[in-house]
């Protein structure tokens, strides 16, 4: 609607809308989080759970508004009418832009479960968003470096019996686990320290779904390949999103079922396990890439954002 102003205005009205709505939804949640902790009651608790995640979607949907506010983008979205609250999921994505975690949101916002980050143990400090993703269960890991755990061997396996834990409190509602497998944003230089062989993506690293699928495993329903492709910027700024210049997207969902031989295995200490995990974690980049040459030539698209 909005999208006649000048991109730098847009912009300002985009973050505004996006502070105002952290500022003022933040506290709420973080206030529903200490009164489930308060009170020992399993119905309570749920009720409080179930608040919280209310007050995340809605974040997300006022996120929607301002993105439909100041953009006019033209999308191409194909995959999430058959996906639903009732499944649990295990979703992964190739990482171009900042922007790409509002885009996943807000296609995602009650379709699924809430999409919910394994994150470093050391986020939890990031002011407000800290407070806010430990409001809403997302599992902090600890990860061990190859390294650390030749000077500590009895520190071996614990990273994995953490990831068990954490994803204990998943058995019974249904929830959906996100992992950028490429762990940071593709950029020219990364790509070329890497020598990754793909030509638009960086290496998977198949360690953190492969914890979650030896972990709970017999809870997920199926893994959701996403391929995102900006093929008018392949690598967009959180502002030039901001400011509605991101067009178009192409987003491309696929749902995969995960082999059952892989299901209750110890990524860190099976080490055939490990291996088979990662020539199928090379087979599902290797198709992502062939798609994103397709993508990335797409041009007749619908201009109206998905509802």
Known sequence: MLSFLPPPLRGVIAMSILVINTLLLAPLLIAVTLLRLLIPLDAWRKWCTAAAIWIAELWISINSFWMRL???TDWDVEGVEHLDKQHWYL???NHQSWADIFI??????RKIPMLKFFLKQQLIWVPVIGLCWW???FPFMKRYSKEYLEKHPEKR???FESTRRA???FQYTPVTIF???EGTRFTEEKYQRQQSPYRHLLKPKAGGIGFVVGAM???????VDVTLAYPGNPQPSLWYFMCGQLEPVRVRVQQRSIPAEFLGKNYSEDEAFRYEFQQWVTQLWQEKDALLDQLNLVSNVDPDIPA
């Open 70 to 72: 100041t953009q006019n």
């Open 91 to 93: 979703v992964t994505c």
């Open 104 to 109: 996943l949101q807000h296609l995602f916002n």
């Open 135 to 137: 409001a809403l269960d």
């Open 157 to 159: 396996g614990q990273d």
């Open 167 to 169: 994803c204990e409190k």
């Open 179 to 181: 992992n950028f497998l």
């Open 217 to 223: 495993g017999n809870s997920i329903n199926a893994l």
